[in-house]
């Protein structure tokens, strides 16, 4: 479903992605982790071109998408993106923000997007805040419009940056399970996250990036129980 | 003490077209102001450097000269450079039109760059075409954000407009002065035209407050 080849990215001097290749099947739940500045988001917003590589290759389903004539717009109709901030549109209702861009981007009726948008807040558990500003929400229950909000594209993809980082404690949990129910649904996900439990439960393939290189693609139990390298081990000790 | 309000009581019916000008006036250059002002704020932060150049040097000489200035030079130089003939009204409007439409820019500008960058992220992630984000992510965002700007220039718009009554518009102000020149009665004249002022301002301000509570309706 994503290849990546060689890909790098460098912002004007500072290079931050080094050589990356990786490469993520169809359904398939990756988990991205590693120290903070280590290039976990940049490589996230490569997949969907809200960074531009500097150089290597991203094919999504074998076309690559730095060719001149691939367009940035539609590429994105196929990925969703959940950020850390949530970054709901603050001026619209919960299912404004659910309904925009099925309507502008996919051209589906009124009557369509909302149907669809009731759909997927229910199974998110919001029901009663469909007609709520984001204001009104917990960071949790924002988290989960954005997820939703993120389905309503019917992407193939689900990109993940740090989905819990800004919670509560106590809304983690919510959140999580919400993500939870979404993998081996037939998405292809790919996940930044700290929370190892929960990398170690969800994810097929864990991968562990340090200081812009890809230093290590494990099944979580390798991962997890008996690591490569020694920045692996270490990045451990300190998070477990 | 010498008052006699009496005097200028024919005259009232009078002041009905006068007001109703200041309010035209200030509805039109209000109206090109702001349109203006918004094409003016996005050719400021378009990446195209020559548009964006544009975009400055034009706010820096509208904000770097008088108002009255440029009301005469559109007045009087119109009909000298393109031959036409223009009206006072017309050159009022236009003349404060652009003038505003450099302060508005200013303001737009500012709220377009105070809008949170994810907000244009969460859009593009989704497919959202530029022009589409600009039009209903940011630039809803950045009107909320500056929107007690806005009114305070409309509002200065109206209280600018009496400079008119120097070119021959019939407008509030210069209701009074005519007023002054038949009867000699000065302070009657302008202190009435000093509380319909007021009286506009005020209305305004309670417009700009409505809109204010409406747009906090999602906060
Ligand atoms: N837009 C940017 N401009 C310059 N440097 C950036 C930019 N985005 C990220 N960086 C830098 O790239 C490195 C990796 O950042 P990031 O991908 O956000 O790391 P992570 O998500 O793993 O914490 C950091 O050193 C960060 O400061
Ligand atoms: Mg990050």
Known sequence: MIKIQNLSKKFKDLVVLKDISLEIHKGEVVAIIGPSGSGKSTLLRCINLLETPSGGQIFIKGKSILDKDANPEKLRKNIGMVFQHFNLFPHMTVLRNMTYAPMVVNKLSKEEAEKKAVELLAKVGLSDKTYEYPSKLSGGQKQRVAIARALAMEPEILLFDEPTSALDPEMVKEVLEVIKSLAHTGITMALVTHEMGFAREVADKICFLDDGYLAEVATPEEFFSSPKSERAQQFLDKVL | ?219
């Open chain 2, 1 to 219: 003490m010498d008052l006699d309000f009496g005097r200028v009581i024919p005259y009232l019916p009078l002041l009905k077209n006068g007001i109703t000008m200041t309010l035209k006036f200030t509805f039109w250059s209000t109206i090109l102001g702001f349109a203006w002002g918004v094409v003016l704020s996005l050719i400021k932060v378009s990446p195209f450097k020559p548009l964006a150049w544009f975009g400055k040097a034009y706010t820096s000489f509208f904000r770097g000269t008088p108002l009255l200035v440029q009301l005469m030079l559109i007045y009087f130089a119109t009909p000298q450079l393109v031959g036409y003939n223009i009206s006072a009204m017309e050159a009022g409007v236009l003349a404060f039109g652009l003038n505003s439409a450099a302060y508005i820019s200013e303001s737009i500008r500012g709220g377009i760059l105070s809008v949170d960058k994810g907000q244009r992220e969460a859009a593009m992630a989704l497919g959202v075409p530029k022009l589409w984000i600009m039009k209903d992510i940011i630039f809803p965002q950045a009107i909320k954000n500056i929107l007690p700007s806005l009114v305070n220039e409309s509002i200065a718009l109206l209280k600018d407009s009496s400079m008119v009554a120097i070119i021959g518009v019939g407008d509030t102000l210069r209701w009074a002065q005519q007023l002054q020149a038949k009867t000699f009665r000065a302070f009657e004249a302008f202190i009435i035209a000093a509380v319909v002022y007021y009286v506009l301002v005020m209305a305004l301000t309670s417009i700009g407050n409505e809109l204010e509570r409406r747009a906090r309706v999602s906060d």
